[in-house]
């Protein structure tokens, strides 16, 4: 193997509970192991990023990753750290959702790069779609005792009524559903490693133990793997933001507000998120980590943090983009630089900044200056105060200074739709043409 994938895993504070046996396996020989993705959404968000680093740390180090979908256990919802029954999507809905997720996945892993370990995307409706109720009863349920089912967190809590109001026969069924993934893929594939969140530990050891009870008098080794459920320092959840969950799609979460996400991480946290959510080594993070308490303001980890993400999730081309979009406000930018933003980017950039409209005509046949600081737009209190800030070359227009004598016209719309207005520094207004 490549290099030691516990080790590399440790370090980064990655592992939470393992099963004894797991790194020597790993040492061994080339190692099949899966993760499982749950299509509740058509994409994922960032809470999904590190079971997809996980997936590629297991490619580098030499193994084969597995991806799996959860078609069939998507029906029935996991009730893993749920308080409440989940609402069952319809076969459509998640048909639609388990598309999303493979074209997502697949920008992260080559699914056909034909080496030994190259990694395979499994759906687990296409062998549970034909699986009658009763072969399952006899063939799976015979395995594992309720006793055994019972004694999970995850069930536990539920029937206890320490979060919710019990569960179902339909959620308690689910982790007898993954286990049989586990020996499915054990079966096919010689899948040996299942990994996840540390909230699916209950979930991923009932899958080893299936996969020994239903091999009976053969040796059937299976091994388990979680990782820490990522927290702020805080103590609030990771990977929320004021507009909700950070996707990973653009047209989700757009690439700008992506970017923002990680630059705005506090110094406790970028210190933890850069070893989980890049691939740097060990002394260059180390070396990142001595420079940032140097000079804290210079926010050396989170720029860097930013940078390997959006580079990872989107592309270098996209992460100058994000770049150029918020030296706009921080730094020295042009008409032709706020040109250059796409309409989504550029709302984003300047997102709660007040706004008015003035009508296409305004601008076709030229808006003085007075009137779109006052007269039609209340910008500026008065005409007065207008032609004041304009001899005090205070106003800018799309970035530029402008005197009195200025007209805004159909040229200077951003977006075909956007005119940028600004007293000093930090005072903004939209005009938006209707």
């Known amino acids: 193997m490549t290099k030691n994938l516990v080790e590399e895993l440790q370090w980064r504070g990655m592992i939470h509970d393992i099963m004894p046996g797991t790194e020597e396996q790993l040492q061994k ?24 680093i996980l997936l590629v740390h297991i490619e580098k180090a030499g193994h084969k990753p597995i991806a799996l979908v959860g078609g069939a256990t998507g029906m029935i919802g996991d009730p893993s750290g749920k308080s409440d029954e989940r609402n069952l999507l319809n076969e459509e809905a998640l048909a639609h959702n388990v598309a999303g997720i493979k074209r997502t996945l697949a920008r992260f892993l080559n699914f056909d790069n034909g080496a030994d370990n190259s990694p395979i995307l499994v759906n687990n409706y296409d062998w549970m779609k034909d699986f009658s109720f009763i072969e399952f009863a006899r063939d799976v349920g015979k395995r594992i005792t309720v006793n055994y089912m019972m004694a999970k967190d995850s069930v536990k809590k539920r029937i206890s009524g320490e979060s919710g109001g019990g569960m179902s026969f339909t959620e308690f ?20 490693l299942q990994m996840g969140g540390s909230d699916q530990w209950g979930n991923i050891t009932t899958g080893t133990e299936l996969v020994r009870r239903m091999n009976v008098g053969k ?43 990680w630059l705005n991480t506090s110094d406790e946290d970028a210190e933890k998120y850069i070893k989980i959510f890049t691939f740097l ?86 808006l003085t200056m007075i009137d779109a600081l006052a007269g039609k737009t209340g910008f500026l209190k008065s005409n007065g105060d207008a032609r004041r800030a304009l001899k005090e070359n205070a106003i800018s227009v799309n970035k530029e200074k402008v005197k009195e004598d200025f007209v805004i016209t159909t040229k200077d719309l951003i977006a075909d739709k956007y005119v940028l207005l600004q007293r000093g520094k930090k005072s903004y207004f939209l005009l938006k043409i209707a």
């Open 29 to 52: 020989e080339m190692t099949p192991a899966y993760i499982g993705f749950d299509p509740t959404s058509d994409s994922l968000h960032i809470g999904s990023l590190v079971p997809i």
């Open 173 to 192: 069924t689910y982790q007898l559903i993954q286990g049989y993934d586990f020996y499915h893929l054990h079966k096919t594939h010689n899948c040996l």
């Open 219 to 261: 040796e059937a080794k299976a091994y388990a793997a979680t990782c820490p459920l990522i927290t702020k320092a805080d103590g609030s959840k990771f990977g929320k933001s004021e507009g909700g969950n950070v996707w990973l799609d653009a047209d989700k979460t757009s690439v700008y507000k992506f970017y923002q996400f």
């Open 281 to 366: 080594d060990k002394e260059t993070i180390d070396a990142l980590i001595v420079e940032h308490k140097e000079a804290p303001h210079q926010r050396a980890l989170q720029k860097k943090l930013a940078e390997e993400v959006i580079t990872f999730v989107h592309s270098k081309e996209e992460l100058d983009k994000a770049i150029a979009a918020s030296n706009i406000l921080f730094g020295k930018s042009t008409s032709d630089d706020l040109k250059s933003l796409d309409e989504q980017t550029f709302l984003d950039v300047f997102d709660g900044v007040p706004q008015a409209e003035v009508s296409q005509s305004d601008v076709s046949e030229g």
